[in-house]
C-alpha cells in the first residue's frame, strides 16, 4: 500500500514503547520530498551499533569464508597448470584456456534456474546446499585421465557455483544498509586477494612434499573440495534467513535489525516472484549497464588464470612461479582497500572512485605489452598491476546491492552481472594462446578498461540525472510513500535515491 505525499504533508512515525529499554530515540536524516528531515527513530543509536557490530562478527564471516572457499577453487587451475596438470592430462594450449571457459558455461547454464529458485526457496538453505555439492564435484577435479573428464567436471563445479556470487549481493542487501554495502562487499571481495596469496603457498607446499602418491595437484583439488564442503555445512547451519530471524540477536535486536533495515524501504529475502518487476529489470537501461559491468569487469580476468604460466615461462621453476604470484593477492587486497577508504569517504562517489582504480589495471597491461620477456622483475610487477580487478569487482558490486530494489527485480539485475561476468569469462581465455607474451589477450584487456571508463560514465550519468529528476518531481507534485519494508522497486518507489 501507498500514501500521496507532497512537501506539505509529512507523516512522523510512533514509536512503540518497550517496557525496561531505554526510552531515549536516536536521531536520523529521512529524505521526505527532496527535504532532509530529522526524524525520531524506535531504538537508540547504541542499539543500532550493537546489532551491525553483531551482525559483522557472524554474518560477515560466513560471507568471506564461503568467497574465500570459491575464489580458491578458481584459482586452483592456475597452481595446478604449473604442477603437472598440463602434461599428466596432455593438455594443448586450446584446450586449457578451453578448460578456464567451460568453468563459466556451466556458471551461465546455470544462472536462469537459479535466479528463479533464488526467489522461490529460502535463500540461506539454498546457498548452502549448493556449497556442499561444489566441494563434493571440486575433489572429483583429482580424478580425470584426460581432458574430456576434467573438462565436464569443471562444467559442472561451474554450474554449481553459479548461485553464490548473486546471492551474496543480495544476502548484503539483506543485512546491511545501503551506506554500509561499499565496506561490506570489499570485505567478501578481499577473499579473492587472500585465496590467491593463501593458495600459491599451498600448491608450494604441496609441491614440496614428495611422499604423496598423488600429483601434487590431485591433492590440490581433494583439499579444496573438502574445505568447502566443510564449509558447505557450517554455512547451511549457521547462516539465519534473515534478520528477523537471526539466533545470534536477541528478541528485542531482532527487532531493531528489522527496523534499521527498513530506512531503507527494503522489501528483505522474500519468498515471491513478480512478473512486473521482471518486465522493470528488463526495461531499465541502469540494469544493462550493469550486465555491462559484468562483462566488461571479466575479460581482463584471464590475466589471473594465466599469470603463472607468464612467470614460468619467462624462465622460473615451478616453485618459485608460485613464491613470485602469491605477492599479487597483497597487491589485489591493497587496492580494494583503497576502494573502500575511497567509498567511506566519498560514499556518493563510488562511479569515480572505479574510473580511477582502472588506472592500475592498465598500466599493468600496457607494462606487459611493451616490457621485453627478458625483463624479469618488471613483467612479474607488471602481471601483479595487470590482475589487480577485484577492487573494481567489489565496488562495482555493491553498486548493485545499493540501487536495486523488490526482491524479483534485485534477483534478476543480480543475475544479470553475473551473465555478463560468465560470458566474460567464457571469452576471454580463448584469446591468451600465444605464450610467453599472451599479445591479443593483453590487448583484450585494454579494450574491456577503456570500454568499462565509458559505460561507467555512463551509469553516473543515467543515476545522477534520475535523483535530481525526482528531486524535481517532489518539488511540485504528490508522489506515493510505501510502507517501509515494502517489495516494491526502485522504479516505484520515487522516494529512494540513487548511489552515484
Known sequence: MSTPVSKESVMESQPEKHTGQDESRSLDKELVNGDIIEARLPYTAEEERAVRRKTDLVILPLLCMVFFLQYLDKQSLSYASVFGLLTDLNLTSNQYSWCSSIFYIGQLVSEY?????????????????????????????AAPKNYAGFAAVRFLLGFCEGAVSPAFVT?????????????????????????????????????????????????????????????????????????????????REREVATLRLAKDHDGGDKTNWSNKQLYEALTDVKSWLVFAFGVLVTMPSPVLTFASLVIKNIGYNKFQTMLYGAPSGAVQIFFIWVGVLGCFLWPNRRSLIVMILIIVPLVGN??????????????IVASW???????????????????????????????????????????????????????????????????????????????????????????????????????????????????C
Open 385 to 499: 598491476l595487470a590482475s589487480v580487478i577485484s577492487d573494481v569487482f567489489s565496488i562495482t558490486l555493491s553498486l548493485s546491492a545499493s540501487n536495486v530494489k523488490g526482491n524479483t527485480k534485485r534477483s534478476v539485475v543480480n543475475t544479470m552481472y553475473f551473465i555478463g561476468y560468465s560470458a566474460g569469462c567464457i571469452g576471454a581465455p580463448q584469446l591468451w594462446k600465444h605464450s610467453p607474451r599472451y599479445i591479443s589477450g593483453v590487448i583484450t584487456d585494454l579494450v574491456a578498461w577503456v570500454l568499462l571508463l565509458i559505460v561507467m560514465a555512463w551509469y553516473w550519468y543515467s543515476c545522477s540525472s534520475e535523483n535530481k529528476r525526482r528531486d524535481q518531481l517532489m518539488e511540485t507534485e504528490e508522489v506515493p510513500v510505501f510502507e517501509k519494508g515494502a517489495d516494491v522497486t526502485d522504479g516505484e518507489d520515487l522516494t529512494f535515491r540513487y548511489t
Open 366 to 379: 600496457i607494462l606487459l605489452l611493451k616490457l621485453s620477456v627478458s625483463a624479469g622483475w618488471g613483467m
Open 113 to 141: 534456474p537459479f535466479i528463479y529458485l533464488m526467489s522461490r526457496l529460502p535463500l540461506a538453505r539454498f546457498v548452502g546446499v549448493t556449497i556442499v555439492i561444489w566441494g563434493g564435484v571440486c575433489m572429483c577435479l
Open 171 to 251: 544476502m548484503t542487501s539483506i543485512w546491511y544498509r545501503k551506506d554500509e554495502h561499499a565496506l561490506r562487499v570489499g570485505a567478501w571481495i578481499t577473499m579473492n586477494g587472500l585465496a590467491q596469496i593463501i593458495g600459491a603457498l599451498l600448491m608450494y607446499g604441496i609441491g614440496k612434499n614428495s611422499a604423496l602418491a598423488l600429483a601434487p595437484w590431485r591433492a590440490l583439488f581433494i583439499i579444496c573440495g573438502a574445505l568447502t564442503f566443510a564449509g558447505g555445512i557450517v554455512f547451511f547451519f549457521a547462516m539465519p534467513s534473515g534478520p528477523d530471524k537471526a539466533w545470534f540477536l536477541t528478541e
